[in-house]
């Protein structure tokens, strides 16, 4: 295969999405739809109310986005080593094959983002001010951006896992680490808070809580319902209502994903380097 890397792209994204439709893709829609309706009815009565709750509501939203991102593609290239190997030692170019299968994940992320927004719009009020564009707009933005970043690290865990049973072990370390580094569940300090700059939780929580402006008053009267007269002293400089926090959000997660990208071809190179 002689092709230009534009030519073999095209062909590689065509025989995955091929491959997607024949393996049943409809089925990651629905998984995104069901996950995105239960966690819409958990959160949605509560979000906006007060700053805990409203904190906890879009770390669910995030920690599902990142979920539903990662299941898409953590399988996809470790399943067809030995295909790529074949294919590397006809003149694949991996650069193609990967970039093909991220460019179908942004189409697959794109589809789960527009129904997991519809989803969690029926029981969530989201009109607000927004910082840039519209609130709408920048939520459905950031809500993709989770879903499609998460699915290009999947693809690096992927090439790295030798298997698809190697992949799926490390799935669970790969989740817990992006509950962990968001900096809701536990207050991050020192190396922990250095490592969550690499994480999509990081930045998943500090674009939702710009663009609610988590730390305006209205959030500052009461921390919970359950302590009426406690209010937070400090605030989180993350969440501050303003366009830098929100592109430096989004910025970071496109960064973090390029990396991935590039950690993915580099690792089936290496893989198939004595081809």
């Given at each position: 295969?002689?092709?230009?890397?534009?030519?073999?792209?095209?062909?590689?994204?065509?025989?995955?999405?091929?491959i997607a439709m024949r393996e049943k893709a409809w089925k990651f829609i629905v998984f995104a739809g069901i996950i995105a309706f239960i966690v819409a009815a958990v959160v949605g009565g509560d979000m906006f109310s007060t700053y805990d709750d409203t904190k906890s509501?879009?770390?669910?939203?995030?920690?599902?986005?990142?979920?539903i991102g990662i299941f898409n593609s953590i399988q996809s290239v470790c399943k067809e080593h030995e295909i790529i190997r074949s294919e590397y030692r006809q003149g694949m170019k991996i650069s193609s094959y990967i970039i093909a299968n991220v460019l179908w994940q942004a189409v697959l992320s794109l589809i789960q983002s527009v129904l997991t927004f519809v989803i969690l719009c029926i029981f969530v009020d989201f009109n607000s001010d927004g910082i840039i564009l519209s609130a709408y707009v920048e939520y459905f933005t950031t809500i993709y951006l989770l879903i499609f970043c998460s699915a290009v690290l999947g693809l690096m865990v992927s090439s790295v896992s030798g298997n698809p049973t190697t992949a799926m072990t490390i799935m669970p370390f790969v989740l817990i680490l992006q509950l962990i580094m968001s900096g809701v569940l536990f207050e991050?300090?020192?190396f922990a808070e250095g490592l969550a700059v690499i994480t999509f939780s990081k930045w998943g929580m500090s674009a939702f809580g710009s663009i609610a402006n988590l730390n305006s008053d209205s959030y500052?009267?009461?921390?919970?319902?359950?302590?009426?007269?406690?209010?937070?002293?400090?605030?989180?400089?993350?969440?501050?209502?303003?366009?830098?926090?929100?592109?430096?959000?989004?910025?970071?997660?496109?960064?973090?994903?390029?990396?991935?990208?590039?950690?993915?071809?580099?690792?089936?190179?290496?893989?198939?380097?004595?081809?």
């Open positions: 295969m002689g092709a230009s890397f534009s030519t073999q792209t095209s062909v590689y994204f065509k025989k995955i999405a091929r509501g879009f770390f669910t939203i995030a920690s599902a986005c990142i979920w991050l300090e020192g500052s009267l009461a921390i919970s319902e359950a302590f009426p007269n406690v209010v937070r002293l400090e605030e989180e400089e993350c969440f501050n209502h303003e366009a830098s926090n929100l592109l430096l959000a989004w910025g970071s997660c496109a960064l973090i994903a390029a990396v991935c990208v590039v950690v993915s071809i580099v690792s089936i190179k290496l893989k198939n380097k004595d081809s």
